[in-house]
């Protein structure tokens, strides 16, 4: 179970979910701390630790517009948080999925901060509110990538066939 | 069995005939471009040989670009070690295309590649910067990826899994009226589109606007293009392209044009008459809330700036100080100017132009991003307005949550520099 922790409007740019001053930290492993670092309580929230793993936010459209800062994903990425939208931006998307950042394409959900979802292939259940909503799948071609665990491994592999040659 | 530029583009990098929109491919890349962030996809890189016991050796120097452009000269001790770090990879390696932190070869990672010559019609060109779109200025695929996305590039010289993105036709027709630019257009265009209405596909620019458009037009347009969703913007080569190539990079070598079939079939069209276009502005925080210039005319500014990949070109300076020659900026506004390059800067002093912007009171910074991302200089203090020619006015694009952006042309910037307020060019200055 995934409990939504907090709702977003449209457009969240890059800049608000990775702030540019914070760009010459680049390691997965330090960049969570600036998460929303101009969201003051929702920064709070994830580096004092209230969030747990496949906790949800949920969006509006277009999250994830503007700058290609893979920043932005590995910052998310290091609190396992889902990000629920109703779109996202092209690089965002193509990042999250190379680094393995969950990503749910919901036009039409609904949820409240505290609401109890249930995410299947194709659908986002509501569990507090009891109603359901279609998931757009992910592309194919991109499915290859997160069955490998990501694209570093997914990359290894053919570098390996590659230079098996 | 007829295709866009960009259909024709994936093709030939994929070794086919004909691909349909949709289609799945891994074409080659012709030209990896990274800016500081290579310190990241160097970082991944290696992770990709981890265990692997293969040496790590990117695919083709020739075919890498890195220039620093983000934060120069270094803000932090943080950034000058990820630019010492990329340095020494960069001489390990032998990567060529490389401009490091110095006034006569450094600037803007897209002004540097059209200017060095490093981009060509056909092309499939990736860029660790979401503004990699600007290269379809010169009838390139070019489009922005991740780092991690990079590192796969580097490793493997093709881009893994590709979608053929449908293609949104825009034609423009007619002439810019006194005080109207390129700039005015494109920022027209995504208030149309909106912020996600060319979400995955490319824009593809027609029309005797766009034909009788130089390169640096074309540049800003397709900078820009990214800011309606689009994941790439493309002028399909011609004369300009070519003159730009020899004259300005001075090319040499053979230059294949590529070009759209006649009846190639488009996701729309769009019909733009420029001849009616007035300058616009794009008004906080989002860049498709864009108006008409005269409707917020007279807002207080505190800062002025001119620059960045969109328009910090020649001719972006050369109006500016054509218009603020002989005269002062407002009390109570600041203006910063930093040139796109460093052959820019070096043109701009010899025509006089930086003289005539920094009597008037500008700042002229060295080249380079400047305070367009809001990591290095030009931050704005708290409830302070800005006005500029950059691409973004996300809330805190500037470094500072709490200060509002607006984007224009550099003739509104200029106007606007002298009242302090937002003005329009075509009302005079007050
Ligand atoms: S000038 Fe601004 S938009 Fe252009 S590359 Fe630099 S930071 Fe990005």
């Known amino acids: 179970m995934a409990k939504v922790i907090y709702k977003l409007e449209d457009d969240i740019s890059t800049d608000i979910i990775y702030p540019g001053r914070y760009m010459a930290t680049v390691l997965p492993t330090e960049t969570p701390q600036y998460a929303f670092a101009d969201i003051e309580d929702l920064n709070k929230m994830l580096n004092d630790k209230k ?33 629920v939208a109703r779109n996202f931006a092209r690089i965002f998307l193509q990042n999250s999925i190379n680094l393995g950042l969950q990503t749910i394409v919901c036009p039409d959900a609904e949820a409240s ?50 230079a098996g040659k | 069995m007829l295709q866009t530029v960009v259909q024709k583009i994936l093709a030939r990098a994929s070794g086919k005939n004909h691909v349909e929109v949709g289609e799945v491919l891994e074409p080659r890349v012709d030209l990896a471009m990274s800016h500081e962030n290579a310190a990241l ?34 803000e932090s001790k943080k950034t000058a070690t990820n630019q010492k770090k990329i340095r020494e990879f960069v001489a390990e390696q032998s990567i060529s295309k490389f401009h490091d932190i110095r006034g006569d070869e450094m600037g803007i990672c897209h002004q540097i590649l059209p200017e060095y010559g490093y981009v060509r019609p056909g092309y499939v060109v990736v860029g660790t910067d979401s503004h990699t779109t600007s290269h379809g200025a010169l009838g390139a695929f070019s489009f922005g990826i991740g780092a991690t ?185 600041r203006m910063l100017v930093f040139p796109a390059s460093g052959n820019i800067y070096r043109e701009a002093l010899v025509r006089g132009y930086l003289y005539d912007l920094m009597e008037a009171g500008a700042v002229i910074a060295n080249p380079g991003c ?50 302090g307020v937002i003005t329009n060019p075509n009302n005079g200055s007050k």
């Open chain 2, 149 to 333: 996305e990079m590192a796969s590039v580097w490793t493997l010289g093709s881009i893994l899994n590709v979608e053929v993105p449908a293609t949104i036709k825009v034609i423009v027709n007619g002439k810019f009226q006194k005080y109207v630019a390129p700039k005015d257009l494109i920022l027209y265009l995504i208030g149309k589109l909106t912020a996600e209405g060319a979400n995955f596909k490319v824009i593809e620019f027609h029309g005797d606007t766009i034909k009788n458009m130089d390169t640096s037009g074309r540049l800003t347009i397709c900078n820009m293009s990214v800011e309606a969703g689009a994941t790439s913007g493309i002028v399909p080569s011609d004369e300009e392209t070519v003159r730009y190539l020899r004259d300005v990079a001075g090319v040499k070598d053979e230059i294949n044009l590529v070009v759209p079939d006649p009846d190639a079939s488009y996701d729309r069209i769009i019909e733009i008459d420029a001849s009616t276009l007035v300058p616009q502005i794009a008004c906080p925080h989002t860049v498709d809330n864009v108006k008409p210039v005269n409707e917020v005319e007279g807002l207080k500014i505190e800062q002025v700036v001119i620059g960045s990949c969109t328009n910090g070109r020649l001719d972006d300076l050369e109006i500016a100080a054509s218009m603020l020659k002989g005269k002062k900026i407002a009390k109570g506004t």
């Open chain 1, 51 to 83: 969030a747990p793993p496949n906790s949800v936010i949920v969006a509006g459209k277009n999250f994830g517009c503007g700058s290609s800062r893979e920043q932005a994903c590995s910052t998310l990425k290091g609190y396992e948080l889902i990000i």
């Open chain 2, 370 to 419: 400047g305070p367009c991302l809001g990591v290095h200089q030009g931050a704005l203090g708290d409830g302070e307005r800005a006005l500029s020619t950059t691409n973004r006015n996300f809330k805190g694009r500037m470094g500072n949550p709490i200060s509002e952006v607006y984007l224009c042309s550099p003739a509104v910037a200029a106007a606007s520099a002298l009242t």
């Open chain 2, 41 to 74: 996809v160097l970082n991944q890189f290696l992770e990709i040989y981890d265990g692997t016991g293969i040496e790590a050796k990117v695919w083709d120097p020739s075919k890498i670009a890195i220039i620093f452009d983000h934060r120069v000269p270094a």
């Open chain 1, 113 to 162: 901060v505290g609401d109890d979802m249930e995410i299947s292939a194709d659908k986002l259940i509501n569990k507090t509110s009891g109603k359901s909503f279609e998931i757009i799948p992910l592309p194919q071609a991109r499915q290859a990538i997160i069955d490998a665990g990501g694209l570093i491994p997914y990359t290894r592999k053919r570098l390996i066939e590659k």
